[in-house]
């Protein structure tokens, strides 16, 4: 089933390498700076399968999973931005700090000057790059486990494909391109994008090439696949009673986490404060916070080795209650959903990272101007779900590199090496290696700054199905 789903995936984007994937010597050890201009959208540098005429691509990874936050901020005098009176003025007025979690959801999401709401933060001229980002393959390979399920599902003629945090829009393009052989299965499709940027929704909405039925941009149809596309900014606004898939890929990364900290008075909450110099910084809590409670959950899912270790702890309540909303959809609509991030099969110590243009910065400097992300804790997810529903089966983890690998990604480098360029093939080599390598590119002979870093072990796959739907590929 899967090779032949992989020969009749339809391939009409190849990344070009004219200019390569790392273009400027690095100052960070981990990450790469841009000599050229971002590349377009990567929805729009799509060739066709000859290969004949592919737009420049030129892209960076940050691998942010191994990396650690400096120890000091900078504490050089500027102008408050707005973010900033804002959050100091919550401080103020609630009388006392506020929780970290609290912090991260102003940071990212504040309607008025939240980090993702009013502008394109990926690639080269952004902070970060993302796996759909990196190389078609990837968006592809998830049209490939979307296929699968929907097979096992029985292939509805009706299905709600829901994308929580689609970015640029790119891992949907991709998916809608590469099935679009499956005519019953595109035409089943009913695209529901959860999104809370009104930029993002934009850019999704252009490189979908929507066009917009009535008036409302809230609902178009997609000429990629002639597939209605509707746009909320939460999952719970999305229709249900219509059996499901659901993708998140690098959603649960940012949501809001919560961190702990033993102290001798016991477990006290690490909470955000704005000091006498009117800076931003970590106090821990006089007395129990309401989030303890989670903190007591997370804690019953420990391991006995985990629990005995444990100093720091950073819990997302946001990321259990999510889960659950997933779960609760899955097991009364039918279908599956498919959670891919970096993270943890274990209990998550002190993850919460900040990047501003492909370097990690202070958590505290400059809210608002650098993403905030933290890794993803997988065994909450799977006790959430599994405590939501009893009609789902939760799959996973398994790393990014088995997964794609057992999805066939290879084959589908095989095929797309057929037909393309030295430059195009430079550019799919690379880009395979970031999304299933582990470390440097071995066979990498460009300069050294510009080696492709693999992602494959440090992002983990995990699957929450419908028990009706027996296992799910790769996962049997
Ligand atoms: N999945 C994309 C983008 C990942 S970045 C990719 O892999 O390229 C996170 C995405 O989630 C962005 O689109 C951001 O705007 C969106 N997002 C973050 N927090 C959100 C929230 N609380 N509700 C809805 N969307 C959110």
Redesign the pocket.
């Known amino acids: 089933m899967l090779r032949r789903l992989l020969t009749q995936t339809s391939s009409r984007r190849l990344l070009s390498s004219k200019t390569p994937f790392f273009s400027k010597p690095s100052l960070s050890p981990f990450s790469s700076l841009p000599s050229s201009p971002d590349p377009p959208s990567s929805a729009s540098s799509h060739v066709e399968e000859s290969g004949s005429s592919a737009a420049a691509g030129t892209t960076i990874s940050v691998d942010r999973s191994g990396l650690f936050n400096p120890p000091d901020h900078s504490h050089e005098p500027t102008p408050d931005s707005e973010l900033v009176k804002h959050l100091k003025s919550v401080i103020k007025f609630r009388g006392g700090p506020i929780s970290v979690a609290e912090y991260m959801e102003e940071v990212?999401?504040n309607p008025r000057s939240g980090y993702?709401m009013n502008r394109d933060v990926?690639g080269a001229q952004g902070d970060f790059i993302?796996?759909?980002?990196v190389s078609q393959m990837f968006g592809e390979m998830i049209g490939v486990w979307t296929v699968c399920l929907w097979e096992q599902m029985g292939k509805p003629e009706r299905v709600n494909l829901i994308e929580l945090?689609?970015?640029?829009g790119?891992?949907m393009v991709d998916l809608l391109r590469g099935t679009s052989k499956f005519r019953n299965f595109t035409e089943s499709l009913h695209i529901h994008l959860?999104?809370?940027?009104p930029a993002?929704q934009k850019l999704q909405h252009q490189n979908l090439k929507c066009t917009d039925e009535s008036s409302s941009e809230k609902k178009a149809i997609s000429s990629l696949a002639g597939t209605p596309v509707h746009w909320h900014?939460?999952l719970e606004e999305v229709p249900s009673g219509v059996p499901t898939i659901i993708i998140a890929?690098?959603?649960y990364d940012?949501?809001p986490v919560h961190q702990f900290q033993k102290s001798p008075r016991g477990w006290c909450e690490k909470m955000v404060d704005v000091g006498e110099d009117s800076q931003f910084r970590f106090v821990l809590s006089p007395q129990p916070t309401p989030a303890a409670l989670y903190l007591v959950k997370r804690c019953t899912w420990a391991t006995p080795e985990e629990k005995e270790k444990l100093e720091h702890v950073e819990i997302s309540p946001k990321s259990m209650d999510l889960t659950q909303e997933i779960a609760k959809r899955i097991g009364s609509d039918g279908g599956g959903a498919l959670i891919i991030d970096y993270g943890k099969d274990g209990i998550i110590s002190d993850s919460l990272q900040a990047i501003r243009e492909h370097k990690f910065v202070n958590i505290l400097d400059d809210p608002g101007s650098a993403d905030l992300s933290a890794y993803v804790d997988f065994p909450s997810i799977k006790h959430s779900a599994e405590e939501a529903s009893e009609n789902v089966s939760v799959h996973g983890p398994m790393t990014q590199s088995q997964f794609l690998g057992s999805l066939g990604i290879n084959f589908r480098v095989d095929a797309l090496l057929q037909n393309c360029d030295d430059e195009q093939a430079e550019s799919l080599r690379s880009g395979y290696w970031r999304l299933v390598g582990d470390g440097e590119a071995p066979f990498w002979e460009g300069p050294d700054e510009q080696t492709p870093i693999g992602m494959g072990e440090r992002y983990l796959a995990m699957a929450i199905v419908n028990r009706n739907q027996g296992t799910p590929a790769p996962f049997q």
Do not use: N
Not at 130 to 133: D, I, K, L
Not at 165 to 168: D, I, K, V
């Open positions: 990212l999401t993702y990926f993302t796996s759909p980002e945090g689609p970015g640029r790119t891992l959860v999104e809370c940027s993002l900014t939460t890929h690098e959603f940012a949501l």
